[in-house]
C-alpha cells in the first residue's frame, strides 16, 4: 500500500509541475498495478471445484480437455445439474458448455443458469438457452458485471425427450485477481480532487474576466493532452485510460461548462455573452488577418471541444481489430461521445445557444421590422445563424433545434401589431416570389431560390400564435392570385412544405375547391351536351307535328281557344328555359366558359362580396351559359347526401379573368375589364358614373380597371369633361397614338397588399383579445378546480355564438366573418400560457386554470346577427374563366370591337 501511494504522489507532482518521470522501471511497476484489467484465463485458475448432480467420479471428465469424453448423469428428467464453485473476486467473462450431436437423446436441448451466494441459495435466474441439435458449443453466459460465488447449470430438456444427459466439456473464462480494481479507485479518486480544484479556480478567474474564457481551450487541451500522454506511457490498455478519461471529464469539464453557461446577475452567461460577440464579428472575420480572424478561431476550438469531446464508457463493438500495446498506442477520447440523448453538457450548451440565438433575432426585429426589404434580410440573418451553428456545433440536432427555438421565442415577444406587420411582410414576399417564378428563365429560377429560402424561414411559425395571421394575409393573397393568374404546380409544392404553418389548413381548402371546380366543370360539359341533345329531339318531334297538323282539317272554335290558353301556360313554363338556351342560336364564336366555385368557408369573404347580376351585365351568348350552369349546380345539390343541411345557393361575382380579342391583340383583363369592353361595342362613348351606376362596383374598383385600360398598353381613351363627372371612355383611335397590332397585352390588375396597421389588422387584434377575455372569464368562474382543454375550448365556442361578441365593424374586418374555430382558441389559450396568465396541473398537463390577474382590451361587444331569429343559410360564391370554342371574331371596320375569346 505505502508503494501505492507513493505511485499515486508522483502522478500528482507530474499534474502539478508538468515535469516527466524518471523513474527507473515507473512504467513496469505502474503495468503490474493494472495487468489483469482485461487479461483471461481459463478453467482451474478461475474456479475452486465442480460438482455434479449425479455420477461424481465421471465429473473430472468435464475439465479435462478431451471433447472424446463425457460425463454422464443418471437420475429423472429435468434434475440434472453441474455446481461451479468461482474463487474470490473473479468476474467471469464466458461460460460455455461443450456438447456434441452424435448423442442424440443424450445432447441437452434446454438449459437454465442460476447464480448464488451458497448452494442452498441459488435463487437468480442469469439466463436461459435452447441448443439447437447441431450445436457443439453452448455460450451460457457473457461479460458479468458482478461476482457469483456459486453458478449453477441445470439442464432442464434433451433432445428427443430424453432423460439422462451427457457433456463433453466446461470452459470458464475470467480475469486474474489482482491490484487493478484497488488501483483504479485510487487512481480516479486523486484525480477528481486534483481537477475539481481546478476548475472551481478557472471558472473563478472567468467570473473575474470574461475575456479570460478566450484561454480555456488552450487550458483544457493542455491538461487533456497531458493525461493523454499519461495514459500513452504508461497504462496498459483501453480499459484504464478510459477510466481516467472519464474522471478527467467529470471532474473538469463538467463543472466548467456548468459554470459558462449559468447566467449571471444580467441574465447574461460567459460563454452566451462569448457566442454574442461571435456572432457580431462575423462580417469582420473574413479577414484572415484581421483580430476578429483570430477571436472567432479561438471560440470555434472551445465549442469544438466542449461539444465533440466528451468520453463516456462505450462497450467495445464486436469484432472490432485489436489495437497495439505498448507505447506506441494513442488513446483516442474524442472517438467515446456519448450516443442517443443529449448529457448534461451538451443540454448547458444548447441552452446558452438558444438564449444568444434569441437575442441577436429580436435585436433585428426591433430595429428592422420596418424595411422595406425586412424579409430578404431577415432570411440572410437566419442563414447566417444556421451557418454559425454549423461552424461552432457541427451539424447537430440539438443545436438547429436551439436555433428554431430561439428565433421562435424572439418573435413570441413581438406585441401583436408588430408580429401581425412580420407575417404579413413574409406573406407578400411569397406571393411575389411565386408571381416571379412565371417569368421562366434566370430571372425564374432565381426567384425560385429566394422563395426556398424563405420558406425555410417561415417554418418556424409553425406552432406559434403568429401562424393565424400569417395564415389571414397567405389566404388574402392566394386567392388574388389564384383568380387572376390561375393555379399552378409551385402552390402546392409551397403549401406541402409549409403546411404546419396554416393552423384552419384554408390554403389547403382552397386548392381542394379548385380541384372539386373542375371536377364540376367536367360534369356540366356532359351535361351541356344532354341539354343539347335534348333540344334537338324537341326540334325533329316539333317538325314531325307541325307535318302532321298541316294534312288535317281545321278544328271548332272552341278547340281553337283551348289550344291559345295551352300555349300560353306553355309560354309561362318553358319561360326559364328560353333563358338556358338563349345562346344555343348564336351565330357567332361561342367562348368557352370555366366556372369557379368559391366558398365562403375557406376563400377571404372580402374579396368575393361584389356580386354579379348576369341579366343585366353580360350579353346574351355568356348569360345563358351562366344560366345553365346555375341550374346545373342546383339539380347537383338536390341530390340527398349524409350530411344534413341547409342547401348551397349560387351567388356571381365579378372575379375572374378573360382574354378578349380586339383586332390582332389579345387582352389579358379582369371580369370586370371584360364586360367594361364588351359593353363598349354597342356604344361609342359611355361615361364613368354610368359604368358605376350599372355595375353597382365601389368606385375605388372600378377606377383600378379603367386606369389599366386607359394607360399606354390599354385600348381606351378617358376623356375628362366638365359636365361628367369621371370622364368618357371612349376606343382609342390608332391614327392618333399608334401601338402594338400584335401579341398579348396583360391588363390585369396587379395585387393589392395589405397593411397590418390599418382597420383590419386592429380587429383582429381586438378578436384576439376578446378571445382571452372569455379563456379567462371561464377559468376564473371554476376556480382552483380548473377545465380540460377540450372542455374549456367547447365553453368557448359557445360563448362566442351565444353570448357578446364583436360589433359590426370588427364583423366585417375579419377575414373570416363573425366565425370563430378552434384553432383560434388554442391559438390564445398557448398566448395565455406563454404569458402566465394560464398554468396547466402538475398532475394533470391537460387540466388548465386561471393563474394571475391579467389586463386584457375587452372590445365593445353586441350580437354577431341582430334582430335575426335563426342562422342564415350558407352561400357559396363561384366567379367565371372564359375561353373559345370557336374561330375568333375580328372587326375589319376601322371601329374596332371587343369580343369575349376566354
Not at 41 to 64: F, G, I, R
Not at 298 to 325: I, K, M
Request: aromatic share 8%; hydrophobic share 35%; glycine share 6%.
Amino acid at each position: 500500500m505505502f508503494r501505492l501511494q507513493m505511485v499515486l504522489g508522483q502522478i500528482e507532482d507530474h499534474r502539478r509541475t508538468h515535469r516527466p518521470i524518471n523513474i527507473p522501471f515507473f512504467d513496469v511497476f505502474l503495468r503490474y498495478l493494472c495487468q489483469g484489467s482485461s487479461v483471461e484465463v481459463k478453467e482451474d485458475k478461475c474456479w475452486e471445484k465442480v460438482e455434479v448432480s449425479s455420477n461424481p467420479h465421471w465429473a473430472s471428465k468435464l475439465t479435462d480437455r478431451n471433447p472424446k469424453t463425457y460425463w454422464e448423469s443418471n437420475g429423472s428428467t429435468g434434475s440434472h445439474s453441474i455446481t461451479v464453485h468461482m474463487r474470490q473476486g473473479v468476474l467471469i467473462r464466458q461460460l460455455t458448455l461443450l456438447v456434441a450431436g452424435e448423442d442424440s437423446s443424450y445432447m441437452p436441448a434446454r438449459v437454465v443458469v442460476l447464480g448464488g451466494d451458497s448452494a442452498s441459495s441459488l435463487n437468480t435466474e442469469l439466463n436461459s438457452v435452447n441448443v439447437m441439435p447441431s450445436a457443439r458449443r453452448v455460450v451460457l453466459l457473457e461479460n458479468l458485471n458482478r461476482f457469483w460465488p456459486v453458478i449453477q447449470i441445470r439442464i432442464k430438456r434433451c433432445q428427443q425427450g430424453g432423460i439422462d444427459t451427457r457433456i463433453r466439456g466446461l470452459e470458464v473464462l475470467g480475469p486474474k485477481p489482482t491490484f487493478w480494481p484497488v488501483f483504479r479507485e485510487q487512481l480516479c479518486r486523486h484525480t477528481r480532487l486534483f481537477y475539481m480544484v481546478r476548475a472551481q479556480a478557472w471558472s473563478q478567474d472567468i467570473a473575474e474576466d470574461r475575456k479570460r474564457l478566450l484561454h480555456l481551450s488552450s487550458r483544457l487541451n493542455g491538461a487533456l493532452r497531458q493525461e493523454q500522454n499519461f495514459a500513452d506511457r504508461f497504462l496498459p490498455d483501453d480499459e484504464a485510460a478510459q477510466a481516467l478519461g472519464k474522471t478527467c471529464w467529470e471532474a473538469l469539464v463538467s463543472p466548467l461548462v456548468q459554470n459558462i453557461t449559468c447566467p449571471d446577475e444580467d441574465g447574461v452567461s460567459p460563454l452566451g455573452w462569448l457566442l454574442d460577440q461571435y456572432l457580431q464579428s462575423r462580417e469582420a472575420a473574413h479577414n484572415p488577418q484581421s483580430r476578429a480572424a483570430a477571436f472567432s478561431s479561438r471560440v470555434r476550438r472551445l465549442t469544438h471541444l466542449l461539444v465533440h469531446v466528451e468520453p463516456c464508457e462505450v462497450p467495445a463493438a464486436a469484432g472490432a481489430a485489436p489495437r497495439p500495446n505498448g507505447r506506441n498506442r494513442s488513446h483516442d477520447w474524442g472517438s467515446l461521445a456519448t450516443p442517443g440523448l443529449p448529457s448534461s453538457i451538451v443540454k448547458n450548451l444548447t441552452r446558452c445557444w438558444q438564449a444568444a440565438v434569441e437575442e441577436q433575432v429580436n435585436s433585428f426585429l426591433t430595429s428592422r421590422w420596418r424595411d422595406d426589404d425586412f424579409v430578404p434580410r431577415y432570411c440572410e440573418q437566419f442563414n447566417n445563424l444556421q451557418k454559425s451553428s454549423s461552424e461552432l456545433f457541427g451539424p447537430r440536432a440539438a443545436f438547429l433545434l436551439a436555433l428554431q427555438n430561439g428565433c421562435a421565442g424572439a418573435l413570441l415577444k413581438l406585441p401583436f401589431l408588430k408580429a401581425a406587420h412580420v407575417s404579413e411582410q413574409f406573406a407578400r414576399h411569397i406571393d411575389q416570389r411565386i408571381q416571379g417564378s412565371r417569368i421562366g428563365g434566370a430571372r425564374g429560377m432565381e426567384m425560385l431560390a429566394h422563395l426556398q429560402r424563405c420558406l425555410e424561414t417561415v417554418l418556424i411559425f409553425s406552432g406559434l400564435e403568429i401562424a393565424t395571421t400569417f395564415e389571414h394575409y397567405y389566404q388574402h393573397y392566394m386567392a388574388d392570385r389564384l383568380l387572376s393568374l390561375g393555379c399552378s404546380w409551385l402552390e402546392g409544392a409551397v403549401l406541402e412544405q409549409i403546411g404546419a404553418c396554416f393552423p384552419h389548413r384554408l390554403p389547403q381548402q382552397m386548392l381542394r375547391t379548385l380541384s372539386t371546380s373542375e371536377e364540376l366543370q367536367r360534369q356540366f360539359h356532359v351535361y351541356q351536351l344532354q341539354r343539347l341533345d335534348q333540344e334537338l329531339l324537341k326540334l325533329e318531334d316539333t317538325e314531325k307535328k307541325i307535318q302532321e297538323a298541316s294534312g288535317k282539317e281545321h278544328a271548332g272554335a272552341h278547340e281553337e281557344e283551348a289550344e291559345e290558353a295551352g300555349a300560353a301556360a306553355a309560354a309561362e313554363v318553358t319561360e326559364e328555359e328560353e333563358e338556358e338556351n338563349e345562346d344555343l342560336y348564336y351565330e357567332g364564336a361561342m367562348p368557352e366558359v370555366s366556372v369557379l366555385v368559391l366558398s365562403p368557408r375557406c376563400w377571404p369573404t372580402a374579396s368575393i362580396c361584389h356580386t354579379l347580376n348576369p341579366r343585366t351585365c353580360l350579353p346574351s351568348y355568356l348569360r345563358g351559359t351562366l344560366n345553365r350552369y346555375s341550374n346545373f349546380y342546383n339539380k347537383s345539390q338536390s341530390y340527398p347526401v349524409l350530411e344534413q343541411g341547409p342547401q348551397r345557393r349560387l351567388q356571381w361575382t365579378w372575379l375572374g379573368r378573360a382574354e378578349v380579342l380586339f383586332g390582332d391583340q389579345t387582352l389579358h383583363v379582369s371580369t370586370v375589364q371584360m364586360w367594361l369592353l364588351l359593353y363598349l361595342n354597342n356604344l361609342k362613348a359611355v361615361s364613368v358614373e354610368n359604368l358605376r351606376a350599372l355595375s353597382g362596383l365601389p368606385a375605388d374598383t372600378l377606377n383600378q380597371a379603367v386606369g389599366l385600360l386607359t394607360s399606354s398598353r390599354g385600348p381606351l381613351d378617358l376623356h375628362e369633361q366638365k359636365d361628367v363627372p369621371g370622364g368618357v371612355l371612349k376606343i382609342r383611335d390608332d391614327s392618333e397614338e399608334p401601338r402594338p397590332r400584335r401579341g398579348n397585352v396583360w391588363l390585369i390588375p396587379p395585387q393589392t397588399y395589405l397593411k397590418a396597421e390599418d382597420e383590419e389588422g386592429r380587429n383582429l387584434e381586438k378578436r384576439r383579445n376578446l378571445l382571452n377575455c372569455l379563456i379567462v372569464r371561464i377559468l376564473k368562474a371554476h376556480g382552483d378546480e380548473g377545465l380540460h382543454i377540450g372542455q374549456l375550448v367547447y365553453l368557448v365556442l359557445e360563448a362566442w355564438q351565444k353570448g357578446p361578441c364583436p360589433p359590426r365593424a370588427l364583423v366585417s374586418g375579419l377575414g373570416r366573418g363573425s366565425a370563430c374555430s378552434s384553432t383560434d382558441v388554442l391559438s390564445c389559450i398557448l398566448h395565455l400560457l406563454g404569458k402566465g396568465t394560464v398554468r396547466r396541473r402538475d398532475d394533470r398537463p391537460q387540466v388548465l386554470s386561471y393563474a394571475v390577474p391579467v389586463t386584457l382590451m375587452e372590445p365593445h361587444t353586441e350580437s354577431l346577427n341582430p334582430g335575426s331569429s335563426g342562422p342564415n343559410p350558407p352561400l357559396t360564391f363561384h366567379t367565371l374563366q372564359i375561353r373559345s370554342r370557336g374561330v375568333p371574331y375580328a372587326s375589319c371596320t376601322v371601329t374596332q370591337s371587343f369580343s369575349t375569346f376566354r
